[in-house]
């Protein structure tokens, strides 16, 4: 695996364990999305390379919100809700791409130089996961906003009552973990050319483990 697509995943997932919770759905997100992006480029050759990775994107941010309203709206905890989801979405992949293959060669090139295009030597994709953790990371340190949801991760009934929308935070740490897991997805298909309905399968945990023994 791209250690830079692992970055990109890992921060998204980070959102969400400071907000209290965890999403262990990560990597059927992005195995569905990069089937489907994947596939649409395949399908679509014509078309520029940013339709498929904003299509990825989005599908992402939508498998996001069901995650998001399990648990925000529906209260399941965060554990048992995308276990489920985890289960689903890779159904759902499974039942999306059936017995079909994308491979490098059903692919436009201008989809796979989405990973293999350079800028000053150096791979977009590490430019790109560096701008996201970068980015990230100034949110996490200089705004308003990441103390709010460092305070409903610590502890969300006192982060209510001090007026904090704990659960649109929470919502939408799940949204943005989720969005990127769907550019994380597109950028799969793009890095390997081959995909198949069991991408990123078994990867789950190197998502999310990292910040869970971190602390």
């Not at 195995?31 to 299509?55: I, M, Q, R, W």
């Not at 599908?59 to 069901?66: M, N």
């Not at 305070?151 to 001090?162: E, Q």
Request: net charge neutral; glycine share 12%; with cysteine.
């Amino acid at each position: 695996m791209s250690v830079s697509i692992l970055l990109i995943v890992a921060v998204g997932e980070l959102l969400v364990m400071i907000s209290g919770n965890i999403d262990i759905s990560v990597g059927s997100m992005v195995g569905v999305c990069a089937f489907v992006a994947a596939s649409f480029a395949a399908d679509n050759p014509e078309v520029s390379v940013l339709v498929p990775l904003a299509l990825g994107a989005t599908l992402g941010l939508a498998l996001g919100a069901v995650n998001g309203v399990l648990v925000v709206v529906a209260g399941v905890p965060s554990i048992m809700a995308t276990l489920g989801t985890l289960y689903v979405f890779r159904g759902a992949d499974s039942l999306i791409a059936g017995s079909k293959q994308i491979t490098a060669s059903t692919v436009p090139e201008s989809y796979l130089q989405l990973a293999s295009a350079r800028i000053f030597g150096v791979s977009v994709l590490i430019w790109l996961g560096i701008g996201i953790a970068l980015a990230i990371g100034i949110w996490l340190r200089h705004t308003r906003s990441r103390r709010h949801l460092y305070a409903v991760g610590i502890n969300d009934s006192a982060a209510v009552n001090a007026g904090i929308h704990s659960r649109r935070l929470v919502f939408g740490a799940f949204a943005a973990s989720s969005l990127l897991c769907g550019v994380a997805g597109t950028l799969w298909g793009a890095r390997f050319g081959t995909v198949t309905a069991d991408a990123a399968s078994g990867f789950d945990f190197k998502f999310w483990l990292p910040w869970l023994l971190a602390g």
